[in-house]
């Protein structure tokens, strides 16, 4: 159980829009033309430097708690800059993020809601960043610029204390162990400065590479410095004479590098690649060799490793975070991934290992920036930008879900795991409270009206009856095998009897006044397969979604029903609600919402419908019947406007990610909680 009471690995993925990237470009003026010697002399002009206009960028936390299913919890957005690089406070409550404009400090101390503190804007553009060990200073690497240093004791007026002009252009800074040098990948060479003194940084030697230096890693024992050359692959350098630099052995890892990182004991070196991770035995410097790679499908900018070093977190370029399994190095094993939607670049991990805040950038034509703002802000007063709030993936596929009276658990049918509880008093954090094995196929449930027990259409296995009193240790009461398949089920307002769509078999009414023993008062022939039922106010009527039809049966009397009407919907009728009156159904078919009037039982008609693109599984009203939530399958959340039954109209939607097949609401109306099948239960927010 993933308790929230206990840290969450913190995972900053930088996500930019630089190389590669479409959009208009804009070109940054600057000062500094450098010559580059490799294996070819290349010409280096850092004043043509291409920044895509349409890029925004945020921050990201997400929870990698559950390593397979990263969700995100919440974001800061910035506009217009694309970031670089990303550092945390050593207490975990702040973020540095670089851009092309320089230096920029995020609160992190709610993930949830991260805000901006301060910011530093440089000449040039910024391309990495790291703290010195008491975090009073940032050693920012200014491109064309070199180094610079800049105080950050007060984070909302960061100033610069100093900086040395490199001859090439700065890509990546890391310090020693005692803050007193700071080691520079500077395009074309390894450069050491003295920072002893921030106010007056000195040149103590360099390292000329074959290829572009563009991220290094220092040995524990500072000996040695391991680059990430973009043409030559890791090159390992000597460097405890910072005065005189020799190479001590390479490993062409065959594409780009760009960064490097090492194990705790230092015999391996974990290099991102364009091709992905490559892992590389170091514990012979002079002879270093390939252990095991892992091809990730896309460029791999970065990566980090966490505490125990069994697992590595990636950012690829366009696939975003890529968690992967380093417990067998030569044959690492991908864990799970988080699509970042944007161009990712850089990571770095907090040191307690159990939470994630990622950064992003995407077009400024999409609405990837107004979806981050609306999970900073928590705004739920418009429809125009539904956003996911929470998220709980369960071990199985989740069909229904519904709520306690308080809402601060959720019932979910999980297939053929049965009966998940979890608790969402925590909107951004449910956890899972229990579950209960109902040996079947849960579809779907209901409580009972002190909320003690649970009914569970639960498949082939029929109608199941649980104790949820304690809701740590759910326990079996009774059963009754309806023998068709239990698909839907809804209980009589004074709780004695409960009616199951049972699929082939129709509307079969049980007597569940003895929950132990419950017994058949009888059942009704649909005609058709039966999926849904809901009842009158009064419990005289069941409207059944049966497929082809929506049938309406007299219960008044549970051991004899009679067909009272029925109303073809034209397509597949899968869920069925009702209007606040009682004069109006709501049906949920394959072709979308089906509004039918119903004040004639004998003679039902059509009032309107609304095509919701995708197949609509469930539907809810809200408590005003102004509005109807559908979950539209593939399509996600549908949001639709029936104050006029007539000319239904979409308010908004929102894409769950998986497919949709049920939805309830809050109390106040606020949020929809969406079963998503092999998303699980995912929490919406922004729909009322």
């Not at 957005?77 to 975990?92: A, E, K, R, V």
């Not at 490097?260 to 992905?276: H, I, M």
């Not at 035995?281 to 252990?291: L, R, V």
């Not at 989740?398 to 053929?416: C, E, F």
Request: charged share 20%; aromatic share 8%.
């Amino acid at each position: 159980m993933n308790l929230r009471d206990i840290s969450l690995t913190v995972l900053f993925v930088l996500a930019i829009g630089m190389t590669g990237c479409s959009g208009t470009p804009t070109t940054v003026e600057e000062n500094k033309t450098t010559t580059v010697e490799g294996n070819a002399t290349t010409t280096i002009e850092e004043n043509k430097t291409t920044i895509p206009q349409r890029y925004e960028s945020a921050v990201l936390v997400i929870d990698i708690s559950d390593l397979a299913y990263p969700t995100k919890l919440g974001s800061v957005g910035i506009d217009g800059n694309s970031f670089y690089s990303i550092t945390l406070s050593s207490d975990g409550r702040k973020a540095y993020v670089v851009d092309e404009n320089g230096l920029i400090i995020v609160d992190i101390g709610d993930p949830i809601h991260p805000t901006k503190l301060g910011s530093y804007d440089t000449v040039g553009n910024v391309y990495e960043v790291t703290l010195s060990s008491d975090g009073t200073k940032a050693y920012i690497a200014e491109g064309s610029y070199g180094l610079v240093v800049v105080d950050i004791s007060d984070p909302t007026h960061p100033t610069k204390l100093g900086s040395y002009n490199t001859a090439g252009l700065t890509r990546h800074v890391i310090l020693s162990s005692d803050d007193t040098k700071a080691y520079v990948a500077d395009w074309n060479e390894l450069v050491i400065v003295d920072i002893s003194d921030p106010d007056q940084l000195t040149k103590l030697g360099s390292y000329k590479t074959s290829g572009v230096a563009w991220g290094i890693a220092l040995s524990n024992d500072g000996t040695k410095a391991y680059v990430g050359d973009r043409n030559n692959g890791l090159i390992i350098v000597d460097i405890s004479d910072p005065a005189h630099l020799t190479k001590l052995g390479s490993y062409n890892t065959a594409f780009w590098s760009y960064s490097v990182t090492l194990s705790g004991d230092g015999t391996k070196a974990y290099v991102a690649d364009e091709n992905g991770l490559v892992i590389v035995d170091i514990s012979d410097p002079a002879h270093p060799t390939k252990f095991g790679s892992y091809d990730t499908d896309g460029e791999v900018h970065g990566v980090t490793l966490s505490s125990d070093g069994s697992k590595a977190y990636l950012v690829d370029w366009d696939n975003g975070l890529v968690i992967v399994d380093l417990s067998d190095p030569a044959h690492p094993t991908k864990l799970g991934s988080y699509d970042t939607t944007g161009h990712s670049d850089n990571i770095a991990l907090s040191s307690d290992g159990t939470k994630v805040y990622v950064t992003t950038s995407a077009e400024r034509n999409t609405t990837t920036l107004q979806t981050y703002e609306k999970a900073y802000t928590n705004t739920t007063d418009t429809l125009d930008h539904p956003t996911k709030i929470g998220l709980y993936n369960t071990a199985g596929k989740a069909y229904g879900v519904t709520l306690s009276k308080d809402g601060t658990k959720a019932y979910v049918a999980d297939d053929d795991k049965g009966l998940v509880i979890v608790d969402i008093s925590d909107q951004a954090y449910p956890t899972k409270l229990s579950s209960y094995d109902t040996a079947g196929y849960a579809g779907d449930i209901a409580l009972s009206n002190d909320g003690t027990k649970a009914y569970i259409a639960d498949g082939d296995n029929g109608l199941v009856i649980v104790d949820i009193s304690d809701t740590a240790h759910s326990t079996r009461l009774g059963s009754y095998n309806t023998a068709g398949f239990a698909i839907h089920v809804t209980l009589s307002s004074d709780g004695t009897k409960a009616y199951v769509a049972d699929y082939g078999n129709g509307l079969v009414i049980i007597d569940i006044s003895d929950p132990a023993h419950p017994a058949k008062s009888n059942s009704y022939d649909t005609a058709g397969l039966s999926y849904g039922v809901t009842l009158s106010s009064d419990g005289t009527k069941a409207y059944v979604a049966d497929w082809d039809d929506l049938v309406i049966v007299d219960i008044s009397d549970p051991a004899c029903p009679t067909k009272l009407g029925s109303y073809s919907t034209a397509g597949h009728a899968q869920s069925v609600t009702l209007s606040n009156d009682g004069t109006k159904v709501y049906v949920a078919d394959e072709n979308g919402l089906v509004i039918v009037d119903v004040s004639d039982p004998a003679r039902p008609t059509k009032l309107g419908s609304y095509d919701t693109a995708g197949y609509a599984e469930g539907i809810i009203l809200s408590s005003d019947g102004s509005r109807a939530y559908i979950a539209d399958g593939d399509n996600g959340l549908v949001i639709v406007d029936i104050s006029d039954p007539a000319h239904p109209t979409k308010l908004s939607s929102y894409d769950t990610a998986e497919y949709s097949i049920d939805v309830t609401l809050s109390s106040d109306g606020t949020k929809a909680y969406v079963a998503d099948r092999e998303n699980g239960l995912v929490i919406v927010a922004g729909v009322q």
